[in-house]
């Protein structure tokens, strides 16, 4: 016997969906300050690029512990996860009735795949009043991609200048930022320091080509990851 491994959304369509306020229950974690004047629902990947076995993921160690710090209160929901297991219907019904049932008052995403339903988020926006923010990653080469999901939100932060410039002429509600790093994991550990760069990530894109900058320009740049 030959055994096959069942296709995802194969799997999806096998697999029985509990009531949508039973998942909703089930899949709320709650961050920072319960009972704080602002409520957040938090959406963004949990595991490094969906995947549990890979470990937590970049948003996790830096946006999400480092906004719990703040005077908010954060509901979050796995939403990849969710995706994963019981598909794109399923995730939006219970994105709809946490938004709802816990009184949200903004949306933080941080995109990754484009799971969540268009028309639900301008709902959200437009007739429930709901700060929506999208906080776009890898905005250099993902922007064709996302051009119908900005105008799904009510702000757009991107760390790309170029792209940030581009949506304001559209007349886009467009911030320009940078990634943050949580200072209360990155921090001197007070050891001799023997490379000047040292990079810890995947190869793809221009990375490669800013490593070879640095290395041709005399400074110490190690670069770790697949």
């Known amino acids: 016997h030959i055994a096959h491994k069942v ?8 697999r029985k969906v509990p009531p949508t306020d039973v998942l909703a229950a089930d899949w709320v974690e709650r961050y920072g300050k319960q009972g704080a004047k602002r409520k957040i629902l938090y959406l963004a990947v949990k595991y490094d690029y969906g995947i549990r076995e890979r ?7 830096n946006f999400l512990s480092s906004i719990a710090e703040l005077d908010v209160d954060i ?3 796995d939403l990849y996860t969710i995706h994963q297991l019981y598909g794109k ?8 009735e946490v938004v709802l049932k816990e009184r949200v008052d903004t949306i933080m995403y941080f995109h990754y ?3 969540l339903d268009h028309g639900m988020l301008k709902e959200f926006r437009d007739s429930y009043g709901i700060r929506t923010i999208l906080w776009l990653c890898d905005d250099d080469v993902r922007y064709e991609e996302t051009k119908e999901l900005v105008l799904c939100f009510s702000q757009i932060i991107t760390t790309i200048k170029h792209r940030h410039e581009q949506r304001k002429t559209l007349g886009i509600n467009s911030y320009h930022s940078q990634f943050y790093a949580n200072t209360r994991l990155y921090r001197s ?3 001799k320091k023997s490379l000047d760069v040292v990079f810890v990530g995947q ?3 221009n990375r490669g080509q800013y490593m070879e900058f640095l290395i041709r320009n005399g400074i110490s740049a190690h670069a770790y990851g697949p």
């Open 7 to 14: 296709p995802a959304a194969v799997a999806r369509s096998l």
């Open 55 to 61: 470990g937590m993921s970049y948003e996790e160690y």
């Open 75 to 77: 509901v979050r929901i």
């Open 89 to 96: 219907k399923a995730l939006n019904a219970v994105i709809k």
């Open 113 to 115: 795949l484009d799971v």
């Open 189 to 191: 550990f007070r050891v």
């Open 203 to 205: 190869k793809f894109g």
